[in-house]
């Protein structure tokens, strides 16, 4: 039982105390203990402290050096409470159940430190895994998206929230939401792909795994970071409300209505000249009274003094405490600044209007009340902490399936899978390095670059080293590095390929942050084409003949023009992982039959504006331009080691006997049979779009509304259904507002957005209906295996 100290003058124990009482609803039980609390103990709830900040320079948040130098001293800070710790695994490495014995301690200190005992929330990063040395590392975003598979992704997320949550951890910084619009920006690799619809359905996934598991997810970013000029980390946004509403904003109501997340942080961008940590529109307007969303929102890192420092809308850190409280922002990140003493005293003047205050802890308490850290039961310390372990078999195994599934078949012109007994050169910058694997957000590369005598924590086979254990007659020449001019290693690149039969080239990028990487946070690109020399090493060995197999290991997609039409394959991986490595050589040796989808289109030029499949007809290839922007290989796009079949695309029933009525406010089921043609188990994946050819405000070409990952053995087949609400055609009206429109439309089965197999004539019929977010969001899908009939005797 916790010790109470005396609350205005009574002395009131634990068990009278009615914010201690589990039959009271939260709501009541943060209304009583919100009543009893000063200005002071009100605000020390309203910020995290990240007692272990590094203020060298080498951080993992943008101006991170300038903005902890004055953080106060540990029994200052919590001397009233505390809101939330920050990352008390992800700072440095430590030894996970020394780690949380630590975090246990210091919640024992906030406890005890001030009146009501209230333990702090603990947040974490987790986008590619828990974020802490020796925990499993699972693929990057990118990689979900390319494996067209949102249960196992709500599976490996599943596994990273019980993971933090043995830890003591209570929140995790996951999943990104943003949606891809230009692949130079350096966070592309943290973004599920270029369609909402896809990174809608996989972070679902992901938050439903997380919350599932005991821990709040973290919506990001709240919104439009993803579409920043230039590709450019914090520019600003240019982007109007139809775009923002249409390809920006469905993933987030996906994520909340599908998944259940309990937080949201805001975006670093201003969209208009509005920066969203000051957009009362969006946090709140949009966000809790239009969408209904009760949890806490949360500052992106620094981000409400960037109002003053960056954006220059607020006067001092008291004005940014202001506009951010009064926008919705509830909990200052990471650490105490804005939402200090300052603040305090402004309310005691009435500078800063108290009813701020009590709503943004109101919510805060409820939220600590729902996790159970105002229970009488709640402990610091789990009684199995010492058999905590963060890598396990079975935590190993879904990244390593999620792996399998995310590498991407992009070209083959039958030089893959390789033969055994097949003399392969292996050559590139990442060919042998356990950091190829990993995204920006994996701890060793987020963290750990800055500890280099802990050891990555984990183990990460390399390329070569997995592709040794299968393929004997095996050489192996860097050429290169991933940056610089050095070109030196590249002759004997050229002469190991010369003298083999194949040539496996490993190429791409090298995660970081700030300028330490060419992918990653605050690492932006110029264009898109092969950072360094690399491209140099392609083009020479590419002339030597021997067939190559061009393996992309990165965070974003890069122009594979006409110089890399003579490669004999091209596979492509988004950092797969610590077990990425082993993945890449199942796929080359046919150990595994590749499966992943294209979550982003490969451009062919790497100087033309980027631009996603998500274009009107004007944005595409026309005759008005002599830019054409077609991509070398669409969104969507994939092979496999063998062969399917589609066919027999049909509506299933219909509208009083009318096959193409499909009422505005009703759903269409619409079915495909797809068949394995070849000698091989494969799975295929059925992609469903919609295209509108006529409507009142100018649409995409088609635009994904359905997919199903489809297995099958050689020789099955399988009818494919889905089963198609109106309100997934709906879009942003003339009026601003969202509306299903009737008329002509068409359901199209693609292989990606460019091959199309067969497409299907609707009519939406009906009055124009308005939707709003309560409309259905999903498409259904339904896979039902067809029996082969035996031939007669």
């Known amino acids: 039982m916790r010790s109470q100290q005396p609350v205005d003058g009574e002395s009131a124990s634990l068990d009278a105390a009615p914010w201690r009482d589990t039959r009271l609803s939260p709501a009541d039980r943060a209304e009583a203990l919100l009543a009893v609390m000063s200005v002071e103990e009100k605000v020390a709830q309203l910020f995290g402290v990240w007692v272990g900040a590094d203020a060298s320079g080498q951080g993992v948040a943008p101006h991170q050096s300038d903005m902890v130098a004055n953080t106060p001293s540990w029994d200052t800070i919590i001397r009233y409470g505390l809101g939330q710790l920050t990352r008390p695994f992800g700072t440095a490495p430590v030894d996970p159940v020394l780690g949380a014995r630590s975090l246990a301690a210091s919640q024992d200190q906030i406890v005890a430190a001030s009146r009501f005992g209230i333990p702090a929330q603990v947040h974490e990063e987790c986008l590619t895994g828990f974020a802490a040395w020796k925990a499993t590392v699972y693929p990057t ?142 946090l709140t307007g949009l966000l809790r009274d239009e969408w209904g969303f009760t949890g806490i929102v949360v500052a992106d890192y620094f981000a409400v003094r960037f109002l003053e420092t960056l954006h220059g809308v607020a006067a001092d850190a008291v004005d940014a405490a202001r506009l951010a409280l009064r926008a919705g922002i509830d909990v200052e990140l990471p650490t105490v600044d804005a939402f200090g003493d300052a603040l305090v005293q402004a309310v005691h003047a009435g500078e800063v209007d108290a009813a701020l205050i009590d709503r943004a802890v109101r919510r805060v308490l409820i939220q600590k009340i729902d996790i159970g850290l105002l229970d009488e039961d709640w402990l610091a310390l789990p009684d199995d902490v010492a058999a905590l372990r963060l890598d396990d078999e079975a935590s190993r195994d879904v990244a390593v399936r999620l792996a399998r599934e995310s590498v991407v078949l992009v ?51 390399t390329l070569r080293e997995e592709l ?23 002759p004997a690149a050229v002469t190991a390929a010369a003298n083999a039969d194949v040539c496996v080239l490993a190429v791409g990028d090298r995660a970081g942050m700030f300028g330490r990487g060419t992918s990653g946070e605050g690492c932006d690109a110029a264009d898109l084409r092969l950072p360094g020399v690399q491209a140099d090493l392609v083009r020479a060995v590419l002339a030597t003949g021997t067939p190559v197999v061009l393996v992309l290991l990165t965070g974003r997609p890069y122009a594979l023009g006409p110089e890399f039409d003579t490669a004999a394959a091209v596979v492509q991986a988004f950092f797969p992982g610590q077990l990425g490595g082993q993945a890449l050589a199942e796929v080359l040796t046919g150990a595994v039959n590749p499966s992943g989808r294209l979550p982003v289109s490969v451009p062919r030029d790497a100087g033309g504006l980027p631009a996603t499949y998500l274009s009107p007809p004007l944005g595409r290839r026309n005759k008005v331009s002599s830019i054409d922007p077609t991509p070398a290989y669409p969104f969507g796009h994939g092979l496999s080691y063998t062969t399917f079949e589609w066919s027999d695309a049909t509506v299933v029933g219909g509208v009083h006997d009318d096959p193409t009525a499909w009422p505005v406010d009703g759903e269409v089921e619409v079915r495909i049979t797809v068949g394995n043609t070849g000698d091989r188990a494969g799975t295929e994946v059925v992609q469903l779009y919609l295209h509108d050819p006529v409507a009142q405000t100018t649409r995409p070409v088609h635009r994904l509304v359905g997919f199903a990952r489809v297995p099958l053995e050689p020789g099955a087949r399988a009818h494919v259904t889905f089963g198609v609400p109106a309100d997934v055609t709906s879009f942003t009206g003339r009026s601003g507002r969202r509306v299903v429109e009737p008329g002509a439309v068409e359901l199209r089965f693609g292989r990606s957005s460019a091959e199309i197999e067969d497409a299907l004539a609707l009519r939406l019929t009906g009055a124009e209906r308005e939707v709003g977010h309560q409309r259905d969001l999903l498409t259904s899908v339904r896979i039902e295996p067809l029996v082969a009939v035996p031939h007669s005797a």
Not at 469 to 478: A, F, I, Q, S
């Open 141 to 282: 975003p990118l990689g979900w998206g390319a494996s067209f598979h949102p249960e196992l992704v709500e599976e490996m997320a599943g596994r990273i929230g019980a993971s933090m949550r043995a830890a003591g951890v209570h929140q995790g910084l996951s999943p990104v939401l943003d949606v891809t619009r230009d692949y130079r920006w350096g966070r592309t690799e943290e973004t599920i792909g270029e369609d909402p619809y896809l990174v809608g359905t996989t972070g679902a996934a992901y938050v439903r795994g997380l919350e599932n598991a005991g821990i709040v997810a973290t919506l990001k970013h709240f919104a439009g970071y993803s579409a920043s000029r230039g590709g450019r980390n914090l520019a600003p946004v240019s982007m109007g409300r139809r775009e923002l509403a249409d390809h920006i904003l469905p993933p987030f109501e996906m994520a909340l209505r599908l998944g259940g997340a309990r937080s949201v942080m805001n975006s670093y961008a201003e969209i208009d000249g509005m920066p969203a940590a000051a957009d009362e529109h969006l």
């Open 468 to 490: 040794a254990r299968r393929v004997p007659l095996l050489v192996h020449e860097r050429g290169c590095a991933v940056t610089g001019e050095d070109a030196s290693g590249i």
């Open 411 to 461: 070209r083959n012109t039958g030089v893959l899978p390789l033969p055994v007994a097949t003399r392969v050169a292996l050559v590139g910058p990442l060919a042998d390095d356990p950091m190829a694997m990993l995204g920006c957000y994996t701890f060793p590369n987020h963290v750990g670059v800055n500890h280099p005598d802990h050891g990555l924590g984990v183990e990460i086979p």
